[in-house]
T-cell receptor
Framework: GEDVEQSLFLSVREGDSSVINCTYT??????LYWYKQEPGAGLQLLTY?????DMKQDQRLTVLLNKKDKHLSLRIADTQTGDSAIYFC??????????FGRGTSLIVHP | DVKVTQSSRYLVKRTGEKVFLECVQD?????MFWYRQDPGLGLRLIYF???????EKGDIPEGYSVSREKKERFSLILESASTNQTSMYLC????????????FGEGSRLTVL
């Protein structure tokens, strides 16, 4: 199966919370990442979490890591139209090479 | 401001042509990467490089080669372009210290006719 799995689409109403989920297979990663790709642009790091943490909060973003279930999630509070983008979960595989999921397209509608 | 620059945003080539995609970074990063991005498939690693003149195959190296003659520059070469290489190509760089964040270029969209 896939090394990193994400659902392909998520649609939310402006002002609601968005939760993007990711499951992974490699439990040896030191870092797990969320990258954001806006239309017509490359990816930018949104946030990351150390593998020895359960949660990280950064303004409207909350990252939860469940190592037992190999599940990573990104919660965006008070989602805005400017949050519409593709969100990629990624983890470090062997030799510090990042492996990316397929990306979740977040669509925010009024 | 840190920057990864890809030389061409859009290219149109014919089947069988040789294609060069250039990438330059100004952050003195040791690591550089080439990915291709296709709808529904996410990012797939083609090649990466840890240092000048070093290269390693990624997940999908077939039909591609790379060159890293200088630390700041990493080139992707399609020796004989084929229609199934029509894609978005993303270059990235990183440093092995800190959180090993990847810095991406804006991408090169290649169409092979």
């Amino acid at each position: 199966g896939e090394d990193v799995e994400q659902s392909l689409f998520l649609s939310v109403r402006e002002g609601d919370s968005s939760v993007i989920n990711c499951t992974y297979t490699d439990s040896s990663s030191t870092y797990l990442y969320w990258y954001k790709q806006e239309p017509g642009a490359g990816l930018q790091l949104l946030t990351y979490i150390f593998s020895n943490m359960d949660m990280k909060q950064d303004q409207r973003l909350t990252v939860l890591l469940n190592k037992k279930d190999k599940h990573l999630s990104l919660r965006i509070a008070d989602t805005q139209t400017g949050d519409s983008a593709i969100y990629f979960c990624a983890f470090e595989g062997g030799s510090y090479i990042p492996t990316f999921g397929r990306g979740t397209s977040l669509i925010v509608h009024p | 401001d840190v920057k990864v620059t890809q030389s061409s945003r859009y290219l149109v080539k014919r089947t069988g042509e040789k294609v060069f995609l250039e990438c330059v970074q100004d952050m003195d990063h040791e690591n550089m990467f080439w990915y291709r991005q296709d709808p529904g498939l996410g990012l797939r690693l083609i090649y990466f490089s840890y240092d000048v003149k070093m290269k390693e195959k990624g997940d999908i190296p077939e039909g591609y080669s790379v060159s890293r003659e200088k630390k700041e520059r990493f080139s992707l070469i399609l020796e004989s372009a084929s229609t199934n290489q029509t894609s978005m190509y993303l270059c990235a760089s990183s440093s092995p210290d800190r959180n090993r964040e990847l810095f991406f270029g804006e991408g090169s969209r290649l169409t092979v006719l």
